[in-house]
């Protein structure tokens, strides 16, 4: 019997494959958008979960509370010795920095430098207790030596090519930021790509005394370090609560107490809002997001199955009346249903396999150091069948259990007379299910106009300053850069048209604040400033406005003069700019005097209001060459601007970046998260034109009698659109109801985290009904259409 089911399965299905080429469509559609993000979940989800000793390991972070509380994820330098000398329950702790745009070179053997490379996010320093922690598979070498002496680095499989072209690099050497010379001691495996520690080298952390002051080692105050700690078995984290405590109160002077916090994070919970891809409640958001797209494909299925249901009702009829009983014909349409599934789950893994390359580069677009191959591969892993297996169950029993249900209770006597009623089918939950796609639907149109809308609106918020245009060339922080050998050297080059050197520019993501008093007061003001190290083009070049004052004074070569902004002045409770031109100001350890107020402009990104900003004249600290050329200058001379450096400072790697390049990444994840929901937005609505059709289809077949009888009674064709019309009017307006205080409140949520925002207003909750009209008449006009200017006999002689 088994064997006759599959083969009347398989006939039944291909003399009915157009209908059943868009029912697996739609079930692969839904399937595969829920399984890429699933299977990005399922990475995310994994990050650091290979680490040994779990259980018991932790993360120390700090929140600095001025006036504002500003989370962290550094602790102080001294913190993981002191706890790890202290406290016996500690069994290990290990301190981490990691570095950020540090040169490191290959010596040729003839006094250059056979390679350069700028490196950042994939280096640290570190000690041998980071093996202590975490996963490590090595090589060559040996974990409790070969970080234990200064001067020393661990490379990964990958990185030893990349700098030697060879694995076997022990002994080997290379350079650090044109300052010391450093020894392969040890090679590891390559780091795996979800895991926050993506360390491709790893220098000795006793390395950092002889790049920098002997006190900095001992700094409580500052947050250059992070700190990892091991637990003995049976300790529990309260108990390093405690210590964390203990040690703040005897080591930070009683005056900054409660300006620090130490926190304890598991490092089993990396994804939270200091680490990780995306924070749980984001990922979990997006959990549900699949299932609601991998839902709406059931329901799509289950109306169109339903709407085939007439069609098949004599079939039913025939089966019943030779003796087939219910449990016989439930078991023929579920073998039925479990064809099309595994069909429809076949095409859905090939397009999630198709979409994969997409996604992966989309994360890495998002972070460059993370370099992740998600791939259909993954749901074989244990931990992705726990999930997957029960996805297709589900999918199954939800697609097919319901139709068949619903074939195999025809009435034999109507169904062979060919009189089922309207209520075949279940016309109520078929409704019920429309609704919900409407309302899923609808929703997504909500969330998109929105994102869409503040996405404009950031575009056109005047930034107050020039950046269109402008070339931005990085220059080296461990050397003393050759400012007007650079600056001759360049301005040599045709179609430039003027230069200036700072820390950042106007607006910067790096926007630590800084404390500072002012005037005769001797303690620091209740509120912070941004500061930018900057000379004296700086104004002209970015086109910032003077409101008070005057620019710095190009003799000033110790940075004593400083300009600030109006808003500083206004949280200084002062009317007017001038009063503060002259006053001493007290930032960065030196007394310095402002001499000029700017007009505000934004500091950072549009999450923040207009900030406090303090800009000083401070040459030696700036890190940044600012070049801007003139409108007729259509491509710029990159290889120009990199001869003179070569010529200038030959030792030190080039690195340029555009300012305007700069300034789009602060929208970066508004435009990520656009090009997310505008997909899913498209899924779902295709998925409602699916379920649109699968209604008009059963609506037709179920009102037939009524439409025969209406058309010999007169009835235009206009009347008879109306019939259907009106029935998906009231079904789209029942789930707008319901949609639209839902897409308010979320977006509403959604947009309290910009200071510069629109409002969600009745125009656009108007727009996305409007529009959804637009989709559902397109849908179903044509169908509908069909129906109504049929012959009437036709209806009347088959009822």
């Known amino acids: 019997m088994l064997a006759h089911f599959l083969s009347f399965a398989w006939r039944r299905i291909w003399r009915e494959k157009q209908v059943n080429a868009i029912r697996v469509a739609n079930l692969s559609i839904g399937l595969a958008s829920g399984l890429v993000i699933f299977l990005v979940v399922n990475y995310m989800m994994t990050f650091d979960r290979y680490h040994p000793h779990m259980d018991r390991s932790y993360w120390v972070v700090t929140d600095v509370h001025r006036e504002s509380t500003m989370q962290t994820d550094a602790a102080p330098r001294p913190l993981a010795d002191v706890l790890r000398r202290t406290y016996p329950f500690v069994e290990s702790a290990v301190r981490m920095e990691t570095i950020f745009g540090r040169m490191i070179s290959i010596p ?424 930018r190290a900057v000379d004296e083009k700086y104004l002209e070049v970015f086109r910032l406005t003077l409101v008070a004052g005057r620019n710095f004074d190009a003799t000033d070569t110790t940075g004593q003069q400083v300009l600030v902004n109006e808003i500083l002045v206004k949280r200084l409770g002062l009317s007017s700019p001038a009063q503060v031109v002259g006053k001493r100001m007290r930032i960065k350890h030196a007394d310095r005097t402002i001499v000029g107020v700017v007009k505000d402009f934004r500091s950072g990104d549009l999450h923040s209001p207009v900030v406090p900003v303090t800009l000083i004249h401070d040459l030696k600290h700036t890190s940044m060459a600012v070049l801007t050329f003139t409108s007729a200058q259509q491509n710029l001379p990159e290889s120009a601007l990199q001869s003179v450096w070569e010529q200038v400072m030959p030792d030190q790697l080039y690195k340029s970046s555009s300012i305007d390049g700069l300034m789009k990444s602060f929208s970066d994840m508004e435009n990520l998260l656009a090009g997310f929901v505008q997909i899913f937005a498209c899924i779902a609505i295709a998925m409602n034109c699916l379920g649109l059709y699968g209604l008009v289809t059963f609506m037709a077949e179920t009102r037939a009698k009524e439409i025969g009888i209406r058309r010999i009674l007169g009835a235009r064709t206009a009347q008879m659109l109306w019939i259907f019309g009106k029935e998906f009017s009231k079904l789209m307006a029942i789930g707008f109801l319901f949609a639209a205080p839902l897409g308010w409140w979320l977006t509403s949520g959604w947009l309290q985290q910009y200071a510069h925002r629109i409002q969600v207003n009745g125009w656009l909750l108007l727009a996305t009904i409007a529009l959804m009209a637009v989709i559902t008449t397109a849908t179903i006009l044509g169908h509908a259409l069909k129906a109504a200017v049929a012959n009437p006999v036709r209806y009347l002689r088959t009822q």
């Open 108 to 531: 040729n053997g003839k006094g250059g430098w056979a390679k350069k490379f700028n490196e950042a996010r994939n280096m640290c320093f570190t000690e041998p207790q980071y093996f202590d922690l975490f996963g490590v598979e090595w090589v060559n070498g040996n974990p409790k030596t070969s970080l234990s002496s200064p001067n020393t680095i661990v490379l990964s499989e990958r990185y030893a090519e990349k700098y030697f072209n060879t694995t076997a690099a022990v002994g080997k050497t290379l350079r650090f930021d044109n300052r010391v010379d450093l020894t392969v001691t040890g090679i590891i495996k390559n780091p795996p790509t979800n895991t926050q520690m993506r360390y491709d080298a790893l220098i000795s952390y006793a390395t950092i005394p002889g790049l920098e002051s002997q006190a900095g080692m001992q700094d409580w105050l500052g947050l250059q370090s992070m700190c990892f700690v091991l637990l003995r078995d049976g300790s529990k984290a309260d108990q390093l609560l405690g210590a964390l405590w203990a040690v703040k109160k005897k080591h930070l002077p009683k005056a900054e107490l409660s300006h620090f916090s130490y926190h304890v994070l598991p490092l089993a919970e990396l994804n939270h809002q200091r680490s990780g891809m995306a924070p749980r409640i984001v990922l979990y958001s997006l959990i549900a997001v699949g299932l609601l797209l991998v839902g709406a494909s059931c329901i799509n299925y289950i109306n169109l199955a339903t709407a085939q249901a007439l069609q098949r009702s004599r079939e039913v009829g025939v089966r019943k009346v030779v003796g087939s009983n219910r449990f016989q014909l439930l078991k023929q349409f579920m073998i039925e249903t479990g064809l099309l599934t595994l069909l429809s789950v076949v095409v859905a893994l090939v397009l999630t396999q198709l979409a994969m390359p997409l996604v992966n580069q989309t994360l890495n677009d998002q972070d460059e150091t993370l370099k992740p191959s998600i791939g259909i591969l993954d749901l074989v892993e244990p931990g992705a069948l726990l999930w997957f297996l029960p996805l297709l169950i589900c999918v199954t029993v939800l697609s097919g259990f319901y139709p068949a249900m619903v074939l195999s209770g025809f009435n034999p006597a109507k169904a062979l007379a060919g009189r089922l009623g309207r209520g075949a089918g279940g016309l109520n939950i078929r409704r019920t299910l429309i609704t919900g796609q409407f309302l899923l639907t609808q929703l997504f149109l909500i969330v998109v106009l929105v994102i869409t809308a503040q996405l404009r609106h950031m575009q056109k918020l005047d930034w107050g300053f020039r950046h269109e245009g402008m070339h931005a060339v990085w220059l080296p922080q461990q050397a003393p850069a050759q400012y007007e050998r650079l600056k001759n050297g360049w301005q040599g080059i045709p179609g430039l048209e003027s230069i200036t050197f700072a820390s950042d520019p106007p607006a910067s993501p790096y926007n630590r604040p800084a404390s500072f008093s002012y005037h005769t007061a001797s303690e620091p003001e209740p509120f912070e400033t941004r500061v």
